[in-house]
């Protein structure tokens, strides 16, 4: 069983930056594929960035992408979004996930773990 627990949300003005990461349980972290998604009020989930297992394949969704950097320590079992640039727009719950897969996916429907979700509130 891998749990996972977000921390770094907030509220920010618009054009700051945030850094969330995601904490996992399990000695098993480094062999899985992570993903971050963000919900906002009234709209289905996002996928906003995933990163394989060894870090080498990356994809992030077109809104954030040259704002959003996601990386990933595996010594620490953590997984990171950097966020800068920030807009209204990113105002919204913000879920780490975790796959039992080395690939990375932009499918929240292929990830078997999901943290218990974090705020992230971007005022204009």
């Known amino acids: 069983q891998v749990q996972l627990v977000e921390s770094g949300g907030g509220l920010v003005q618009a054009g700051g930056s945030l850094r969330l990461s995601c904490a996992a349980s399990?000695?098993?972290?480094?062999?899985?594929?992570m993903g971050w998604f963000r919900q906002a009020p009234g709209k289905e989930r996002d996928f906003v960035s995933t990163i394989n297992w060894i870090g080498g394949i990356i994809y992030y969704a077109d809104s954030v992408k040259g704002r959003f950097t996601i990386s990933r320590d595996n010594a620490k079992n953590t997984v990171y979004l950097q966020m800068n640039s920030l807009k209204p727009e990113d105002t919204a719950v913000y879920y780490c996930?975790?796959?039992?897969?080395?690939?990375?996916?932009?499918?929240?429907?292929?990830?078997?773990?999901w943290g218990q979700g974090i705020q992230v509130t971007v005022s204009s």
């Open positions: 399990g000695r098993t972290f480094g062999n899985r594929a």
């Open positions: 996930a975790g796959r039992t897969a080395y690939s990375s996916s932009t499918h929240a429907r292929e990830y078997d773990y």
